[in-house]
C-alpha cells in the first residue's frame, strides 16, 4: 500500500516541487559533459536538473510467503544548484522510513498516484552528505516481481522470484528515478533462505556460502557501469550454473541448465562475430538466466545476464537467434540506450537489424535473408494492426504521452526500425555502415540518446546530403508508413517453400511436401502463407502427415495455432489450451486470445482457459490480455 507520511521536520522541506510534476520544462542533465539537453520524460516524475540519484545500494531480502520485498534502498545523490529534495518514481511501495547516513530522519511526501506511473516520492536531502537510506517494502502485488509457487517450477521444490523492469516497471520494487535517460550504478547484498540462490544482472561480488544472522544465504553483486534502473534485475530460486566458455554460462533449474547449454554452445562465437562488427564487448561476463515459463518475454537483455524463455530450447538451437538479439542489446540499448520510451525503436530497431548480421556471420546469408523476410512481414502486420500506413504509430519515432510504454513495443521499432538501417546500407554500402556504428557506439558509450541525436551524428559522421536527401531520414524516421526505397528482401529458400506450398494449395499430397530439410523459419514461411480459410480434411491430413499440433518447436506450434484457431480446427484444440497453459510468454498469448476473442465460441473458450491461467501469467502478460478480453478481475470474469 501506499504510505504517506508527513516529513519528519529535520529541515524545512519544500512541496513546491511536487507541485511542479507534470511541468513541461526540458529537464538538463546536470552531468558535465552532456551539454544536449534531453527531452522530458514523460513516464518519470524525476527532476534530475534539480537532483539525480547516481548510485543505489540495495540490502534486499525476499520473504516468499507474504510475497514482499525488504529492505534497505541507498541512494547516492548528486545535487543541482540549491536542491534540497529528491524526487523519484515509487509504484506500490511502502515506504517505512528514510534517513541520512547516520540514522536521522529525513523527510518525505508520496504525491498523487496514477496509473501506472505510480506517485512521486520526494525526500528531503540530508544537511551533510549526499547520501538517503530509504527503508521500505514492496506490495505482493508488485507489477515487475512474479512469485512462482512451487508448482510452476520444473523441480516443484522450491518457490521460485523474478523481476522484470522495462519499461517502467522497477519503480515497483525500488525507489528510485525509474528513466531510460536516468543512469546509475548499483550493488545489492540479496538474502535468501538458505537452499535458493541469487542472480543479478551485475557482477557476482560475495563470497560464497557467506550467511546473515538469521541462516540465510547471502549473495552479493555489483554493477560499475551507470545503466538505466530498467535493466536492473534479480531471480531468485533453485537454480544452478553450467559454464559454456570462459566467460559465459548458463543459470536455471537443474532440470533444465544441462539443456541450455547445449542449445546455446555457440555463444562464444556470437560475441566473437558482435565483437568484430560492433567493437568491444563492455559488461564482463555474459551469461544466460533460463526462466520457468511463466517468463513473459522471449528475453530481456538484463546486462551481464539475458533472462530468457524456455520455450527457445527447441533441442536443435533453431531459434538462438533470440540470444543473438539479447546479446546485441549490449551495444544497443544497453551501452547506447533509448533516452525515452518515444525513441524506444532506438534501441529495438538497431538490435534487430544486428541480430541479422551477427546470424549471418554465424549461418550465412541464406539463413539471414530468411530472417529478414520474416521480418518483413511482421512488419508488414504491424502497419495494418496500427490503423494502415497513415497511422501515427507507425511512425519509429512516437508520442507515448499519457500511454502506456507498452503500446510502442509494436514490429514497427522492431521490424521497421531494422529496415531502417538495411536502407541505409544499401546507400553507403556495409563498410561505411560498420564503421559509422562502431564509432556511434564509442561516443556515445553509457549515455542517452534521441532520434534527433542520432539523426545529426549520422549525418555529421556517415551521410553527404544527397546520400541524406535519397535515403529520405526525415521521412523514415519522423513520419508514417513505410517509405518507398526500402531495399526489397527476397529469400531464395523461401522461393523454393514458395514453390512446393502451390503444389499443396493446388490439391497435392501432404505427403508431396519436401520438408525433411525445412529448418524452423522454412516451416514458418509456409504456415504463414497459407490461405485464411482451410478445410478440415485438408489441415487434419498436413497435421498427420507433420505432426503440427506435437510440435516440440514453440514457434511453429504457435503459427500451427493461429492456423487452428482461425479455422476452428478442433483436433488442435487440446495442444492450444497446453501451450496457453503451459508458459506465459506474451509475444504468443496474446495473438491466439486475440483471435479467439473474435468469434463467440472462441471467446467462450479463451474465457475459461484465461481464467484458469491468469493466475500462473506475470503481470505483463495479464496487463494485456485483461484488455484483448476485456476482463475485469474484480468480477472474476
Ligand atoms: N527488450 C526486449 C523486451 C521488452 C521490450 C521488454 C519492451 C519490455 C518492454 C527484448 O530485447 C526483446 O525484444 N525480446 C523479444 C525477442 C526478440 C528476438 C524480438 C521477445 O521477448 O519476444
Ligand atoms: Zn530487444
Redesign the pocket.
Known sequence: MLNSSAPAASRVFSLALVACIGCSEQAEQPKAGQATALPRDEHSYAQPAEARVTHISLDLTPDFSAKRISGTARLAVERGQNADSVILDARDLAIRRVTDTRGGALGFTTGATRELMGAPLAIALPAQGDTIVIEYETSPGAAAVQWLEPAQTSGKRLPFLFT?G??ILTRTWIPTQDGPGLRQTYDAAIHVPAGMRAVMSAVHAGTEGEKDSAGRAVYRFRMDKPIPPYLIALAVGDIAFKAIGTNTGVYGEPAVVERAASEFVEVDKMIAAAVKLYGPYRWGRYDILVLPPSFP?????NPALTFA?PTILAGDRSLV??VV??LA?SWS?NLVTNATWDD?WL??GF??YI?TRIMEQLRGKAYADMLRQLGRQDMQKAVTEAGGPQAADTRLRLDLKGRD??EG?TDIA?EKGAAFLQTVESVTGRGRLDAFLRGYFDQFAFQPMTSDRMVAYMKEKLLTGAESERIGLQAWIYEPGIPANIPPVQSERFIAVNRQEEAWKGGGPASGLQTNQWSTQEWLHFLRALPDSISATRLAELDRVHRLSSSGNSEILFAWLQIAVRNRYEPAFVPLERFLTSHG?R?FLAPLYTDLAKTEWGRTMAMDIYRRARPTYHS?ATTTIDQILKWKPAAGG
Open positions: 522484470q522495462q519499461a518475454f522471449g528475453g530481456m537483455e524463455t537467434s533470440l538479439h539479447e542489446h540499448g524506444f534501441n529495438e538490435t534487430t541480430e510504454p507498452d513495443v522492431y510468454r509475444k505483463v
